[in-house]
């Protein structure tokens, strides 16, 4: 099973910020914080991952809270080809730990 | 380059039939790994290979056989293809930190093949 939670759909207006949450209250201290997206049936697509520290890179941001219960992830400025299937995944060194969940369906609307 | 490249894009078995999902990567990554993934779900690990030689399971490796001789390959097999099989098949690979306690970097997926048991 998943050990993450998400909401299922988000709605997020063209230009404004996304933030989409996700709740991991089981996480270990060893254990990644990492999101991916899916777009339309395409692979998915890795976007960012974090420890214990807020993350940036070109695509998002990583909030990660201070119990790492919960991060949130930031798409500052959405656009149409954001709109996506957004995974939250907690992982530890490899690879085959980790488990997709049903994600979160974001919705970027004009 | 080319990243992780799968074949066929679309395939129809019936029930019994036999076939091998094809993936190759050119990033000389060490990990790779098959995924499922049916409507409205996320990816299940079906099998997944650390290394040339080294193949292990994942959460749904039934039904299915893979192996690993080159970095480059890591195809899956059906060998009597079952209607339960219907679905979406992603290949990934990444990175390994040398090491015990080696570390994966995110994974590079494929597009994908749609195989459709009937």
């Known amino acids: 099973d998943a050990k993450t939670t998400q909401p299922p759909s988000m709605d997020c207006a063209e230009g404004r910020a996304a933030n989409l949450p996700c709740n991991h209250s089981t996480i270990s201290g060893n254990e990644y914080v990492y999101w991916y997206r899916q777009i339309h049936s395409q692979g998915p697509q890795y976007i960012i991952h974090?420890?214990?520290n807020n993350e940036t890179n070109e695509m998002a941001s990583l909030i990660i809270t201070e119990d790492r219960k919960s991060s949130t992830l930031i798409l500052p400025h959405a656009t149409l080809r954001d709109t996506a299937v957004y995974y939250c995944?907690?992982?530890?060194?490899?690879?085959?730990?980790?488990?997709f969940g049903a994600g979160t369906r974001l919705t970027v609307k004009p | 380059n080319a990243g992780v490249t799968q074949t066929p894009k679309f395939q129809v078995l019936k029930t019994g039939q036999s076939m091998t999902l094809q993936c190759a990567q050119d990033m000389n990554h060490e990990y790779m790994s098959w995924y499922r993934q049916d409507p409205g779900m996320g990816l299940r690990l079906i099998h997944y290979s650390v290394g040339a030689g080294i193949t292990d399971q994942g959460e749904v490796p039934n039904g299915y056989n893979v192996s690993r001789s080159t970095t480059e390959d890591f195809p899956l097999r059906l060998l009597s293809a079952a209607p339960s099989q219907t679905s979406v098949y992603f290949c990934?690979?990444?990175?390994?930190?040398?090491?015990?306690?080696?570390?994966?970097?995110?994974?590079?997926f494929g597009n994908g093949t749609r195989l459709t048991v009937t």
């Open positions: 995944i907690v992982r530890g060194l490899n690879n085959n730990d980790m488990r």
């Open positions: 974090g420890l214990k």
């Open positions: 990934a690979s990444s990175y390994s930190s040398p090491g015990p306690s080696s570390y994966n970097s995110p994974l590079h």
